[in-house]
């Protein structure tokens, strides 16, 4: 499956940002989805992830409560939802899929989309 995350951008401490990823190739409903983040000299963490069939998501402790990951397969699209934006959200924003949610957690990616910059200034 390809993908392709857009949405990304420069927005002011306690604003908000949707994220969208689209994807072609295989069938979405295959997949489980994850949205992963990257700022400079950090590594890759997963902050969001939710199964094939929008039953089960997981949060990371940093975002639980202010994002929300959802998924619409009949338009192969996951999305990420941020509010109440902080500037250590500033980040590239990576959307993954994977064959299930805790391959997600794991990070046994099978493909990765090329990433959306987001900026939260203070």
């Not at 949405?7 to 949707?18: E, K, T």
């Not at 999305?79 to 934006?85: P, V």
């Amino acid at each position: 499956v390809q993908l392709q995350a857009s949405g990304g951008g420069l927005v002011q401490a306690g604003g908000s940002l949707r994220l969208s990823c689209a994807a072609s190739g295989r069938t979405f409903s295959d997949y489980a989805m994850g949205w992963f983040r990257q700022a400079p000299g950090k590594e890759r963490e997963n902050v969001a992830a939710i199964n094939w069939s929008d039953t089960i998501t997981y949060y990371a402790d940093s975002v639980k409560g202010r994002f929300t990951i959802s998924r619409d397969n009949a338009k192969r699209t996951v999305y990420l939802q941020m509010n109440n934006l902080k500037p250590e959200d500033t980040s590239v924003y990576y959307c993954a899929a994977a064959s299930g949610i805790s391959n997600i957690r794991r990070r046994l990616v099978d493909s990765w989309g090329q990433g959306t910059l987001v900026t939260v200034s203070s």
